[in-house]
């Protein structure tokens, strides 16, 4: 069984937002193109409380994109982004987000990141998504989204140490950086990872 992980389409990585990751807002269609394609679809959702640890506007001194150490874990600074029940933490009125059956949000305690829809980033605590998955007998998983260097890569990682067959559709993400993306996706693959078309999809499912 396959299932499309939609992860982190949300108002504030896309066009205008505070964390916008470049030419995000072109992967939309396709998204919602590519969801047919699946018997089962879940979203992921970055879902911080204001005043997040991760966020540079509590470090004072500190901009966005520095790093510090935060409990013990190297920790990016971003801008405030994705703050619970903002108009920036959801997902765009042109996303279908008809079709997800579940949406797992994570980011939620203000002292560690979330960047893998699986786990927090100390990987300390579930979001309980390869339990669903495996329940509804998902054994291939495919990873549409945002940022692909980021939240999708880290998903990716999360997905193969959980034994799923893992495929990220490479023109249905876009990163923050692309040059740290050709890097990122160099070791998903030599960890198994395979990286993807969606015009190739259409033979596969
Ligand atoms: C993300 C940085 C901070 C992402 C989330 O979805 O890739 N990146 N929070
Ligand atoms: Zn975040």
Redesign the pocket.
Known sequence: MNALIL??IQND?LKGGP?A?PDADAIVPLVNHLQDHFDLVVATQ?WHPSGHR?FASGHPGKKPFEVVNLNGLPQ?L?PD??VQGTRGAGFPARLNMNKPEAIFRK?ANPEI?S?SGFYDNGHRKSTGLAGYLRDRSVDTIYLAG??GD???YYTALDSLKAAFSTFIIEDATRP?NRENFEKVMLDFQARGGKLIQSGALAGIT
């Open positions: 992860v982190d990585f964390l990751v970055d991760s990016t971003w982004h994705c980011g990141d960047y945002l940022a980021i939240c999708v923050l």
